[in-house]
């Protein structure tokens, strides 16, 4: 496997591949939540319930903590 850290300086990097972002791990040990590291991201498209279909967040939306938890 190969890791890369990426360091975005400007508020809007002008991607619009976006990220797919997931729990850090070292063996079954999580080093870093999913949650941590979606606080402070925007969403590249509206987030959907996988059940409801209900928008939880819109496109281009700043995630919250409270928004990270859901």
């Known amino acids: 496997?190969?890791?890369?850290?990426?360091?975005?300086?400007?508020?809007?990097?002008?991607?619009?591949?976006?990220?797919?972002?997931?729990?850090?791990?070292?063996?079954?040990?999580i080093i870093e939540s999913l949650e941590e590291r979606l606080v402070g991201r925007y969403t590249q498209k509206s987030v959907m319930h996988p059940e409801t279909g209900e928008v939880l967040l819109p496109a281009d939306a700043l995630i919250s903590e409270a928004d990270a938890k859901r």
């Open 1 to 29: 496997d190969v890791a890369q850290d990426v360091i975005v300086r400007e508020e809007d990097c002008g991607t619009d591949r976006g990220l797919e972002i997931s729990a850090i791990r070292e063996g079954n040990e």
